[in-house]
């Protein structure tokens, strides 16, 4: 018989697996403290950047600012393209117009155009958060137009013989079909803001989670590093699990 | 778009729908498929139409054109004396797959058409309450169309197109999908809805029995090109005996359903 072994278990084991091998190796003495830092010297570390910051900025201000740029660059993002999106779906004349400058913009490694936006504008706010827009924006344009394409003939005509204006069709059937892809879109533009912020702030910048975890670098303080990466990641897996429980409740529906 | 104009007087005054020398292609070149040739019929305002004919012979195509989502190649059809021009709430339409709205509860895709028409909240609530309890729905109010079984997201659909009280009912096929009881009990409460409301319905159906049972008119078609081969005048509809397997057994309702079966027959031969 087939012992049945709970998924959660499995999530467990292998937490654990990882925690007792970095227990071992750098405890036991296998790995230098620069290249792996046991778990009681990054504790000392998260304790140390909690109390007295990291280069006149507290960690909580670090954070802060990582998190606004992505919540500027992301919603204005986000919101310009599904604007833009919807409008493509719907109408193929604006498709035609916007098409080749969102396809080509999409594929673009961000970090490209980074460095003209520097010229332009600077090492401060204003290109990252340009560059986050424009990381946002083709993907959800993307996939609201897709969206906007995929939405049934058949619900169309059935709002019709219901008496539904043009307006009331987008209003009332074409938009609330399409979210579901709209946040599929946000999800993936979440994360290639997120991927695209910590690159940028490394490049250019003196604040901001991702630049600490440079600056620390230069420094060999691997300690550091280590405690920004956490933060990092833990940010992201919160971000997403945020956006997994919008998406939930408003389109409870989806692919049902 | 070439026009039918003269052939106006054959229809009678008193029409409430007409299809006037219909015919529908699809395609061109190699790919072109003549789907509805010469289709000319008329019906009047109560009346229930049943359609039948072999699969593919053009049902669902005859009945856009009346829905006004297809726009025919030859002739024009005409609601009140008025030519078909696209889709309007005079004409509800359930579809073979139900279509409802998956974000909207049970309530708001039965009080669908109402919020489209800006109804008072409060009258709103009293149709979507009237409706839903006649189709046994009610206790779902609050529920979304993927918690229904089929026999329940087609009732519903039928309650979504009837709260916009519209003048004719389309129905493509609307029980195909049900089991046998279900079947039944969907006809009975079709048929109620129309003894009640007075309203006309076109109903295309493959079961023959169904169409003779509930049709005032049944209308058998044949295929490719679709074309009217016959249309025979139905009285079971209008009977008040609703015992349905009573009713199916007659000796006049089995001649008819032989009848049209062999119509079927043979065009499926030709
Ligand atoms: N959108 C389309 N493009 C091209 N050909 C089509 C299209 N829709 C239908 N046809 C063709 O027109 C003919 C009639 O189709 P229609 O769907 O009206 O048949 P039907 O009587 O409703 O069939 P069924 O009983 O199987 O639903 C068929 O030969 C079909 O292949
Ligand atoms: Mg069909």
């Known amino acids: ?256 | 778009m070439p026009d039918a104009s003269g052939s106006v007087a054959r229809v009678s005054s008193e029409a409430f729908v007409t299809f006037d020398n219909v015919g529908v292609t699809y395609g061109s070149g190699a790919a072109r498929v003549a789907a509805l040739e010469n289709i000319s019929l008329s019906f009047r305002a109560g009346d229930f139409v049943s359609i039948v004919g072999p699969s593919g012979c053009g049902k669902t195509t005859l009945m856009q054109t009346l829905a006004g989502f297809l726009k025919p190649s030859h002739g024009r059809v005409t609601i009140e004396g008025r030519t078909v021009d696209g889709p309007g709430a005079d004409r509800g339409v359930v579809f073979q797959q139900p279509a409802l709205f998956p974000w909207l509860t049970v309530a708001g895709n039965a009080g669908f058409g109402p919020m489209l028409r800006g109804a008072a909240k409060s009258q709103r609530t009293e149709v979507v309450e009237r409706n839903l309890r006649m189709a046994g729905l009610w206790d779902f109010r609050d529920r979304y169309p993927y918690e229904l079984s089929g026999g329940m997201q087609q009732r519903l659909a039928i309650v979504r197109a009837l709260a916009n009280d519209p003048k004719i009912l389309l129905m493509d096929e609307p029980f195909g999908a049900l089991d046998a009881l279900t079947r039944e009990q969907m006809q009975e409460e079709l048929h109620a809805v129309w003894r009640r409301t007075g309203m006309t319905v076109l109903l295309i159906t493959h079961s023959v029995e169904e169409a003779i049972y509930l049709g005032t008119d049944v209308v058998v078609m044949s295929q490719r090109p679709g074309r009217i081969m016959e249309r025979i005048a139905a009285p079971f509809a209008r009977r008040d005996e609703r015992n349905s397997r009573a009713v199916k057994s007659l000796p006049e309702f089995v001649a008819m359903r032989e009848h049209v079966l062999s119509l079927i027959w043979r065009s499926g031969h030709s």
């Open chain 1, 1 to 256: 018989m087939a012992l049945r072994i709970p998924l959660r278990a499995w999530t467990v084991v292998s937490a654990l697996v990882l925690a007792a091998a970095w227990l071992t190796l750098t405890w036991g003495g296998f790995v230098r403290d620069l290249f792996l830092p046991p778990p009681d010297q990054l504790w000392d570390a998260f304790n140390d950047l909690a109390t007295d910051g990291y280069k006149n900025r507290t960690l909580w201000e670090h954070l802060q600012i990582s998190l606004w740029r992505i919540f500027a660059g992301f919603v204005t993002g986000a919101l310009a393209g599904t604007f833009l999106g919807l409008a493509m779906g719907y109408w193929r004349g604006v498709a035609a117009l916007a098409s080749p400058f969102v396809e080509f913009l999409r594929p673009l490694p961000q970090l490209a155009y980074l460095m003209l936006l520097i010229i332009w504008f600077g090492i401060g706010e204003t290109s990252k958060i340009i560059l986050l827009f424009l990381a946002a924006l083709p993907v959800s344009a993307v996939a609201a137009r897709d969206g906007v394409r995929n939405v049934p003939a058949q619900r169309i005509h059935a709002a019709r013989t219901l008496g539904a204006t043009e307006w009331q069709v987008f209003r009332h059937v074409v938009l609330p079909s399409a979210l579901p892809e709209i946040f599929t879109g946000a999800r993936i533009g979440v994360g290639v803001v997120y991927g695209t912020l910590i690159a940028a702030e490394i490049i250019a910048g003196s604040s901001g989670i991702g630049w600490m975890i440079l600056d620390a670098g230069r420094f060999l303080r691997s300690d550091y590093v280590f405690v920004g990466i956490i933060l990092i990641g833990l940010m992201g897996v919160a971000l997403n699990g945020a956006l997994v429980a919008l998406e939930t409740r408003l389109v409870h529906w989806a692919g049902r």
